[in-house]
């Protein structure tokens, strides 16, 4: 409903002459993304406004179709994950002390790993409203802090360098920036321009802050290669590319090539990173649901034999 709202307005104010992307600028500029307006006005400028729409079309495609890959590859793992805390709080808090009812009722030597059962339940029970109110209490400092610029900067840059999920934050900023590099050029932009708006393309708060630096580098009449080099924020292949892309004056056609292959890269990461991380959820799950099972058939077997 809002988009039909802005585009009803975008349409009144074209019938009385407006331009399309000032429009859409001033009217949907709080969700549409920076590309759509630039690739707009750039179609509008070089007289090509079709080919403006049918080249943000396959971007867009493009992008939703990967962001789409990562979330569905995400999204098991992340439930069965908060699955597994809320079955282990329902075992440790209601089931487990069912059965240490009978044992202290049987008056008999418990084994070791029933005493720790019994000591892990026993935390659980008497400080469930602690342990949840100190996870609403770091889950709304998290927030907080993230919502700072120097949070926002520190939690982007430790990101990167999470095992496993760093490959794959290096990796995406990667594909953004040569998809969105080639779709502003390819509109007719400036390199400044492409530049300064591919970095508001990148998620990674870091790394999009340093891409937005480069476009002072340009200015100052530097090669986007050697700054990209310095500034090294972006993979070195993606580097070596734009170079070879400002040496042969192909620049659009080179950053497509190294977009597909960063697009591959990074739906193979993530399917590493899912066949590495499901066997690890199920492992913890197994092994704890054996650590229960063995404590307390430890001690039944203990009561069985002392009758």
């Given at each position: 409903k809002s988009?039909?709202?802005?585009?009803?307005?975008?349409?009144?104010?074209?019938?009385?002459?407006?331009?399309?992307?000032?429009?859409?600028?001033?009217?949907?500029?709080?969700?549409?993304?920076?590309?759509?307006?630039?690739?707009?006005?750039?179609?509008?400028e070089s007289g090509n406004i079709d080919k403006a729409f049918a080249t943000m079309h396959e971007h867009f495609d493009k992008?939703?179709?990967?962001?789409?890959?990562?979330k569905s590859?995400?999204?098991?793992?992340?439930?069965?994950?908060v699955?597994?805390?809320?079955?282990?709080?329902?075992?440790?808090v209601k089931v487990v002390p069912t059965f240490l009812t009978i044992f202290d009722e049987a008056d008999a030597e418990l084994p070791l790993p029933t005493k720790m059962l019994i000591a892990m339940s026993n935390f659980f029970r008497d400080n469930i409203l602690l342990l949840i109110g100190?996870?609403?209490?770091?889950?709304?400092?998290y927030k907080i802090y993230g919502n700072t610029e120097s949070g926002r900067m520190n939690l982007a840059?430790?990101?990167?360098?999470?095992?496993?999920?760093g490959e794959i934050v290096n990796l995406g900023a990667a594909s953004q920036f040569a998809n969105s590099m080639a779709t502003m050029l390819g509109s007719g932009l400036p390199m400044t321009r492409a530049l300064s708006i591919t970095a508001k393309t990148i998620d990674n708060y870091f790394i999009s802050t340093e891409v937005g630096k480069l476009t002072a580098k340009l200015e100052e009449g530097h090669a986007l290669c050697p700054s990209m080099r310095e500034a090294d924020i972006l993979p070195d292949i993606l580097v070596d590319m734009v170079g070879v892309g400002e040496e042969t004056g192909e620049m659009e056609g080179t950053l497509k090539t190294i977009a597909g292959y960063y697009d591959s890269e990074l739906?193979?990461?993530?399917?590493?990173?899912?066949?590495?991380?499901?066997?690890a959820i199920?492992?913890?799950?197994?092994?704890?649901?054996?650590?229960?099972?063995?404590?307390?058939y430890m001690a039944m077997f203990g009561m069985y034999a002392a009758m």
């Open positions: 988009l039909q709202l802005v585009l009803k307005e975008v349409a009144s104010d074209v019938e009385t002459g407006r331009s399309l992307s000032a429009s859409f600028e001033e009217r949907g500029g709080d969700f549409l993304p920076p590309t759509f307006v630039e690739t707009i006005r750039a179609g509008e992008q939703v179709k990967m962001s789409t890959r990562v590859a995400f999204a098991y793992p992340a439930f069965v994950f699955v597994a805390i809320v079955v282990v709080a329902v075992l440790m100190i996870a609403a209490v770091l889950t709304i400092a840059k430790l990101s990167m360098k999470i095992p496993i999920l739906e193979m990461a993530i399917n590493a990173a899912m066949e590495k991380l499901e066997p199920l492992v913890f799950l197994a092994g704890f649901a054996g650590f229960i099972v063995v404590a307390i």
